[in-house]
C-alpha cells in the first residue's frame, strides 16, 4: 500500500507541474521532461494496480469499491470537463475519447468476467 501511495502522490505532482497552474514558465525540454515521467509512473501505477492481490473477499470489496469510486470521480471529470468546454466553443476530442473509453472498457470487461464464469 505504501508503493501505490507514494506513486500516487509523484504522479499528483507531475500532473500539476505539468498543468502550470502557477503561470511558471516551462521551457520546452522541462516540458518533455515532465511528459516523460508522467509516462513512467503512470506505468509503475498500473503495475501496482494489476499486481494487487486481494487476501480475502473483505479486501476484495474494498479493491471493487475504490474502483467504482475513481471510475464514478474520472467520468464526472470528465463530463465537465466536455460541457465546460462545449459552452466555451467546442469540447476537445480528447475529453470525449477518454469517457468513451472508459465506458466502453467497463462494460466490455464486465461482458468478458461474465462470460468466463
Known amino acids: 500500500m505504501r508503493n501505490e501511495i507514494i506513486t500516487t502522490i509523484i504522479f499528483v505532482l507531475l ?7 502557477f503561470s511558471i514558465w516551462m521551457p520546452q525540454a522541462l516540458t518533455y521532461t515532465i511528459i516523460a515521467c508522467l509516462f513512467v509512473v ?51 476530442p480528447w475529453l470525449i475519447a477518454a469517457l468513451g473509453a472508459m465506458v466502453i472498457s467497463k462494460v466490455a470487461a464486465l461482458a468478458w468476467n461474465r462470460k468466463s464464469q
Open 15 to 21: 500532473l500539476i507541474l505539468f498543468w502550470n497552474p
Open 42 to 92: 503512470t506505468a509503475i501505477y498500473a503495475g501496482l494496480v494489476l499486481r494487487e492481490k486481494p487476501l480475502d473477499e473483505r479486501e476484495e470489496k474494498h479493491r471493487a469499491s475504490a474502483g467504482r469510486v475513481g471510475f464514478i470521480i474520472g467520468i464526472v471529470i470528465l463530463v465537465l470537463g466536455i460541457l465546460i468546454q462545449s459552452l466555451d466553443s467546442h469540447p476537445d
